[in-house]
């Protein structure tokens, strides 16, 4: 049990573990206690970075979380800093995989929890009653501001709809192959999405992204809630979507919300701007919280392919059957070519500001990284632009940049993105984007982005602090506004690959 009065300084993760985690900045020369043992630092080691617990030679494993996030450049003395300066990745290009189940999936007692959401005519579930104004071409973003601010200035109070906002994008025109395939699919599923209490789907006219051929792909939709506008067919655009607008929020007036199981819930998992302290407070919250509504009958979906590096045969291992740990296979393999297509190496990652709170190779990041995904077996593979189809635990394709992984969660049918940060970020996706900080001084410097603070799992027990997020995310879900959201920070990006996958 932690000693409140002299909380520790040093964290070790794993029995196996040769490394310790700093839970603030030690200063050379200070003397620390870790199981027993003292241990001298060589050097000042700032929060979040690792120390070495024993001697290490040249070239051997450095261990965290029981797992080598690579290897050792120099002798390494008990006390010394381990860090970007003195440790290399193990990873090189692509490697053979075979399936080997190893599942030990954590359970919850079930519990009688629903939130408050809306039940759509096709019977999925939205958490947000929005309306969207969307593009099928950036030529006229400005165009859809000027008419969404007359419509706001119509109804001030919003009415049934929680926000009104438009999806603005740079693409649909002079797109060629995948490019236009990806700008296309991920807006038909924004259209689609179950938050949306009603679209206006908004033409320039000339546009690849032909706004006839967008409304045949779409499939079936509601006619009284989603309505297209191109602009060179009509005299006045504004007036003209100022109308179709009106005709929708007619329509939208009625809805409610009502009692759902939170077994219909979809929840996207991601993190951007991660630290030390990611692998260790707020992605392991969000791999219980995982659990606990897989337990429930819920779903979950884990993205940004290239943060799998390194711990994807943890993933693999979870394949509920073998054609999953097939897809998982060319899930990886896939965007490695992908990088290798553009000359690109696989494992330049972390980022400057990943490395800057302590994180050091792709392993350590990506051992953390999976945290999120908690326990439960991995039920499917979802490509780009696919939406969600099996209750459980998905993969969903995508990169690791933190708003088009975002977007491709919201698109594949995800109510919100719970989203793990230890730098902090202020965006926001199409849907609402809980932002939970894994450390409690980024929460106090930065609450006008924060929506949770994780930093008291340090001393507080999971369990404990997993009841507090549930609560939230209820809450969130039943409609409570994320800081996104209150700050107006709502956007979507799309990946623009060049080649195909």
């Not at 902090?424 to 006008?448: D, L, M, Q, R």
């Amino acid at each position: 049990m932690i000693n409140k009065k002299q909380p520790p300084s040093l964290l070790k993760l794993n029995e196996r573990d040769n490394v310790a985690v700093a839970l603030r900045p030690i200063t050379a020369s200070e003397t620390l206690y870790l199981d027993g043992i003292s241990i001298t630092a060589n050097h000042d080691i700032p929060q979040g970075h690792k120390i070495a617990l024993t001697n290490i030679r040249t070239s051997t494993n450095v261990i965290k979380y029981g797992y080598p996030l690579g290897h050792t450049l120099k002798e390494i003395t008990r006390g010394d800093w381990l860090h970007t300066h003195n440790v290399k990745t193990n990873l090189d290009g692509e490697l053979k995989y075979s399936y080997q189940q190893d599942i030990h999936q954590v359970k919850y007692p079930k519990k009688n929890l629903t939130f408050q959401g809306y039940r759509r005519a096709n019977g999925k579930v939205g958490i947000r009653n929005d309306l969207y104004i969307v593009p099928t071409v950036g030529c006229v973003n400005g165009t859809a501001e000027y008419m969404l601010k007359e419509f706001e200035a119509l109804h001030p109070d919003l009415g049934t709809f929680d926000n009104f906002t438009i999806l603005k994008h740079p693409y649909g025109c002079s797109q060629l192959g995948e490019d236009h395939e990806n700008t296309r699919s991920i807006l038909i599923d924004a259209v689609k999405h179950p938050n949306a209490g009603g679209v206006l789907v908004f033409g320039l006219g000339c546009e690849n992204n032909v706004v006839a051929e967008f409304k045949e792909l779409l499939g079936d939709y509601d006619a009284s809630r989603v309505k297209f506008l191109v602009a060179q067919e009509v005299g006045n655009e504004i007036d003209a979507g100022l109308e179709r607008l009106e005709e929708i929020y007619e329509v939208a007036k009625y809805d409610h919300r009502e009692p759902i199981p939170i077994a219909e819930l979809n929840i996207g998992l991601k993190c951007g701007g991660s630290d030390g302290f990611s692998g260790i407070t707020a992605n392991p919250l969000l791999g219980a919280f995982s659990d606990f509504l897989i337990s429930h009958g819920g779903s979950t979906i884990l993205t940004e392919v290239p943060e799998m590096f390194g711990a994807e045969q943890m993933l693999m291992a979870r394949a509920e059957n073998e054609q999953v740990f097939e897809d998982i296979v060319h899930l990886i393999n896939d965007f490695k070519q992908y990088f290798h297509s553009y000359g690109e190496p696989v494992y330049e990652n972390p980022s400057p500001g990943n490395k800057a709170g302590g994180i050091t190779t792709l392993e350590d990041k990506s051992l953390g990284c999976t945290q999120k995904a908690g326990t439960a077996p991995v039920v499917d593979v979802l490509q780009y632009g696919e939406k969600i189809s099996k209750k459980g635990l998905s993969l969903l394709q995508a990169p690791g940049n933190d708003l088009v992984a975002s977007s491709a969660l919201a698109a594949a049918d995800c109510h919100l993105v719970l989203f793990t940060t230890g730098r902090g970020t202020p965006f926001g996706s199409f849907v609402p984007t809980v932002k939970v900080a894994t450390n409690s001084t980024i929460y106090e410097h930065k609450k006008h982005w924060m929506d949770f603070n994780a930093g008291p799992l340090l001393e507080r027990p999971m369990n404990e602090v997993l009841e507090e997020f549930i609560e939230k995310v209820i809450a969130v879900a039943s409609g409570e506004k994320t800081r996104n959201e209150a700050n107006g920070v709502r956007e979507i990006a799309i990946f623009k690959t060049g080649v195909t996958l």
